[in-house]
């Protein structure tokens, strides 16, 4: 039985994943961004293990997370699956972060950075990441006009080249990539042509599986398979500079080993 943190767990791709793990005997603990959130879960609360409450475009809420789940203990898995879509503005968090910045590439920094050390980690990314390639010079798009689809991009390039990198930092740590693909979530719509049980299989097989198949590390997925990123995601040069860029905007640097 694996003990597994899931962030953004009250609706969507991480409640699915939360669901599944818990029918399958495994303990998790939720995230909600709020109170209202977290009283939103209903009877899966009563199941989770705890349910750790911080809002992660907030730098002071995101230490309070990783303070909750390490009062827990230490978690065998994390999935990073939080993460918003095409904000209409690049918007301003309390540290002056855009939004779509703070939440899908330096909340799960921090928050890795911060919790207690699992033996996997998983990060959720998109297939569209694969239009994000280009400079970091600008990462928190500050100069730049704002473009929510290639912020998006750029945010879920930026995830599966931190799987990658910890990786290789962390030899004892599994850690991988997954698109879970267009799926009918509300962030997805209803259009969407991935059902939930579909986009949460590879995330939960990956976070408790014994398979041998998911006993690897430094992969990117899509539905149980392996795919091959997009070339700067695996470029170790790239990696570096961009965990060298995260640690200068936040001021948290990531452990070598």
Do not use: C
């Not at 009062?71 to 779509?100: F, K, L, Q, W």
């Not at 998109?126 to 280009?134: I, P, V």
Request: proline share 5%; no cysteine.
């Amino acid at each position: 039985m694996a003990l597994v943190f899931i962030t953004g767990s009250t609706d969507g791709l991480g409640r699915a994943a939360a669901v599944s793990l818990l029918d399958a005997g495994h303990q998790v603990v939720l995230h909600a961004r709020s109170t209202q959130r977290a009283e939103a879960i209903g009877d899966l609360r009563s199941r989770a293990a705890a349910v750790a409450i911080g809002d992660l475009s907030v730098t002071a809420d995101i230490d309070a997370i990783a303070d909750q789940v390490n009062a827990v203990g230490r978690m065998d898995a994390i999935i990073h699956n939080a993460g918003v879509y095409t904000e209409p503005s690049r918007g301003s968090t309390p540290e002056g972060r855009a939004r779509t910045v703070a939440i899908n590439t330096l909340a799960p920094y921090l928050l890795t950075a911060r919790l207690h050390r699992p033996d996997r980690l998983v990060f959720i990314s998109s297939g569209l990441h694969r239009g994000g390639e280009g400079p970091l010079d600008d990462l928190d798009w500050t100069r730049r006009p704002w473009d929510p689809a290639r912020a998006y991009a750029e945010s879920k390039l930026h995830v599966v080249a931190l799987a990658l990198a910890l990786a290789r930092r962390w030899p004892k740590v599994l850690s991988n990539a997954v698109d879970p693909g267009w799926v009918r979530t509300r962030m997805g719509g209803a259009g969407a042509p991935v059902d939930l049980e579909t986009g949460q299989r590879t995330q939960s097989w990956l976070a408790v599986s014994e398979d041998p198949a998911a006993l690897v590390s430094g992969q990117y997925w899509h539905h149980l398979r392996r795919e091959a990123p997009a070339g700067q995601a695996s470029d170790p040069a790239f990696q570096d500079q961009l965990i060298a860029k995260l640690a200068e905007l936040t001021g948290v640097t990531l452990a070598d080993v």
